[in-house]
T-cell receptor
């Protein structure tokens, strides 16, 4: 069964560094999402992406964040200058329609 | 602003019992999701509810939606230990791809 994959599973970075989190959505899906979950807390929406552009973004998704779908298969989240409070689990999700979302296994980002 | 409230946030129950988790939301919505999350794992989609009166069932779990009351319920029948997990409801606003999650209900089923 096809599934969303994410790499790396765990990323440790120093404050102020740039990180890129990678996701490979399910191949025929058209809708793509990033969420984050700070340890033990609720899941927070970051951004949705459809038709090669951002369709919605949250207040968390400020100028430090960007997304790309560089080659038609990968979907990346870049954080330009990481802060301690960016430490979280980052989940990618994809869907064939806007009514479904299949989540990847997540990338644990630790900012030191 | 769309707000999603779940209760209870923590539930400990005996195997074999029935219980209901409630999800209230603050503005009109065109879809409501229920997810399961095991510790340290990703989110597993359980149900998507799209219309008033929608009811879906899978095994011992049944979800329903009342859009007029802005309320969804997740009912657990004859709980078993394997259902121990955190359950999230999530809601999107009409024609909006932004999805807001509740805080989750941590369900612990005692054998």
């Amino acid at each position: 069964e096809p599934e969303v994959t994410q790499t790396p599973s765990h990323q440790v970075t120093q404050m102020g560094q740039e990180v890129i989190l990678r996701c490979v959505p399910i191949s025929n899906h058209l809708y793509f999402y990033w969420y984050r979950q700070i340890l033990g807390q609720k899941v927070e929406f970051l951004v949705s992406f459809y038709n090669n552009e951002i369709s919605e973004k949250s207040e968390i998704f400020d100028d430090q964040f960007s997304v790309e779908r560089p080659d038609g298969s990968n979907f990346t989240l870049k954080i330009r200058s990481t802060k301690l409070e960016d430490s979280a689990m980052y989940f990618c999700a994809s869907g064939q329609t806007s009514y479904e979302q299949y989540f990847g296994p997540g990338t644990r980002l630790t900012v030191t | 602003e769309l707000k999603v409230e779940q209760n209870p946030l923590f539930l400990s129950m005996q195997e074999g019992k029935n219980y209901t988790i409630y999800c209230n939301y603050s503005t009109t919505s065109d879809r409501l999701y229920w997810y399961r999350q095991d510790p340290g794992k990703s989110l597993e989609s359980l149900f998507v509810l799209l219309s008033n009166g929608a009811v879906k069932q899978e095994g011992r779990l049944m979800a329903s939606l009342d859009t007029k009351a802005r309320l969804s319920t997740l009912h657990i029948t004859a709980a078993v230990h394997d259902l121990s997990a955190t359950y999230f409801c999530a809601v999107s606003m009409n024609r909006d791809d932004k999805i807001i999650f509740g805080k989750g209900t941590r369900l612990h089923i005692l054998p």
